[in-house]
């Protein structure tokens, strides 16, 4: 694709609900990458995949986050029970290969816990 | 552990003029990469421009230059004949060249006519 897309652009869920965050990377890139956006913070590393496999997910703050990319390409962010810390932009991005290679943002999506 | 500080919450720049942002990072390694990303109110991160440690030539991408300086661990980036559409976040980042990235926590441009 032209470009690394994300949806949806915003949520707003309730506390306690499950919400899906949805990635597609350009095409042909092999690793993904998963970024927390606090307001007025820089993105903060969550999970990183090459192709299908999460090789590294150390930035999951808690275990109600959960995060695949089961064919290789379309990845989606899942966060469970949804407290209101959780509130921020998530977003996505991607990289022809490993990570002394540019990273691709997408839009981000932006999430309202309420 | 590795840091990025980015000292200036906001900086404020005449259009056609000339800005700096401020970047210092911490860090053991002697090989790494360090990347300018601005984000624009739409939020989608653009690179603007890329350094490799080991290069001791300062990057340039036609408006947008860096001083690299590695012993102070310094990572500035300047823009020349500032533009309106030059007004966004930017994000200072760092990377050993493993797959993470360490950002800032930025410095909004603001662009005055």
């Known amino acids: 694709g032209a470009g690394v897309s994300q949806s949806p652009r915003y949520k707003v869920a309730k506390r306690g609900q499950d919400v899906a965050l949805r990635c597609d990377p350009i095409?042909?890139?092999?690793?993904l990458f998963w970024y927390q956006q606090a307001l007025g913070q820089g993105p903060e590393f969550l999970t990183y995949f090459q192709n299908e496999a999460q090789l590294d997910k150390s930035g999951l703050p808690s275990d109600r986050f959960f995060a695949e990319r089961p064919e290789g390409s379309v990845s989606t962010l899942k966060i469970q029970r949804t407290q209101q810390e959780d509130s921020a932009v998530y977003l996505c991005?991607?990289?022809?290969?490993?990570?002394?290679?540019?990273?691709?943002f997408g839009p981000g999506t932006r999430l309202l816990v309420l | 552990a590795q840091t990025v500080t980015q000292s200036q919450p906001e900086m404020s720049v005449q259009e056609a003029e000339t800005v700096t942002l401020s970047c210092t990072y911490d860090?053991?390694?002697?090989?790494?990469?360090l990347f300018w990303y601005k984000q624009p109110p739409s939020r989608q991160m653009i690179l603007v421009i890329r350094q490799e440690a080991y290069k001791q030539q300062n990057a340039t991408e036609n408006r947008f230059s860096v001083n690299f300086q590695k012993a102070a661990k310094s990572f500035s980036l300047k823009i020349s004949d500032s533009q309106l559409g030059d007004a966004a976040m930017y994000f200072c980042a760092y990377s050993t060249g493993t797959y993470k990235y360490i950002f800032g926590t930025g410095t909004r441009l603001k662009v005055l006519a």
């Open positions: 860090t053991s390694e002697s090989d790494y990469y």
């Open positions: 095409s042909g890139h092999v690793s």
């Open positions: 991005a991607s990289s022809f290969a490993l990570a002394a290679e540019t990273q691709y």
